[in-house]
């Protein structure tokens, strides 16, 4: 079954760098998302992005984090300087063209930043 | 506002039981999906139920939606030990939006 794959699993970085989260979604799917969730906290969404532009983002989207789909696969998310508060899972998902608002959205595992 | 809130917020039975959560929402939504968490994983799909829906199955799993309450529950029958893990229910909001909010979660213990 195709499933939503992310990568690094784990990606440990300095407060100020910049880290690029990598996800390659379901082949056929149409809608791709970004959600994170910090240890013990609910999971929050940030960004959804179709036809290649960003369909809706939260107010933690801010002008430090960024979304591309490169090429016909990846789609990455990038923080430009990250901060303390970044540490957290990763989530990348996507959902397919069902012509409905919203389908089901598929999960990869994540990827767990780590920000010192 | 919040949506998505579910109870109770930790849940511990024993094997072989059923297993219920219940889920709270505030404004309409389109769909309610459930996902199971295992610890430090990622979120596996469980089940989405429409709302015009009222009711649905898929194997040991029933979800029902209840629009004019704006609450829905999850119950797990026959539970198992490999059902240990946290349950979230997502919503998304009526009139075109794509993301869905989170509840808490319930984290579920089953017991051998």
């Known amino acids: 079954e195709p499933e939503v794959t992310q990568t690094p699993s784990h990606q440990v970085t300095q407060m100020g760098q910049e880290v690029i989260l990598r996800c390659v979604p379901i082949s056929n799917h149409l809608y791709f998302y970004w959600y994170r969730q910090i240890l013990g906290q609910k999971v929050e969404f940030l960004v959804s992005?179709?036809?290649?532009?960003?369909?809706?983002k939260s107010e933690i989207f801010d002008d430090q984090f960024s979304v591309e789909r490169p090429d016909g696969s990846n789609f990455t998310l990038k923080i430009r300087s990250t901060k303390l508060e970044d540490s957290a899972m990763y989530f990348c998902?996507?959902?397919?063209?069902?012509?409905?608002?919203?389908?089901?959205?598929?999960f990869g595992p994540g990827t767990r930043l780590t920000v010192l | 506002s919040q949506q998505g809130e579910e109870d109770p917020q930790a849940l511990s039975i024993q094997e072989g039981e059923n297993a219920t959560m219940n889920c709270s929402y505030k404004?309409?939504?389109?769909?309610l999906q459930w996902y199971r968490q295992n610890s430090g994983r990622g979120l596996v799909h469980l089940i989405l139920i429409r709302s015009n829906e009222r009711e649905k199955h898929s194997g040991r799993l029933r979800v029902t939606l209840d629009t004019s309450k704006k609450s829905s529950s999850l119950l797990i029958t026959a539970s198992r030990a490999a059902d240990t893990a946290s349950y979230f229910c997502a919503t998304d909001a009526k009139g075109g939006a794509q993301k869905l909010v989170f509840g808490q979660g319930t984290r579920l213990t089953i017991n051998p």
């Open positions: 992005f179709y036809n290649n532009e960003i369909s809706e």
């Open positions: 404004t309409s939504i389109n769909n």
């Open positions: 998902a996507s959902s397919p063209p069902s012509g409905r608002t919203t389908d089901t959205q598929y």
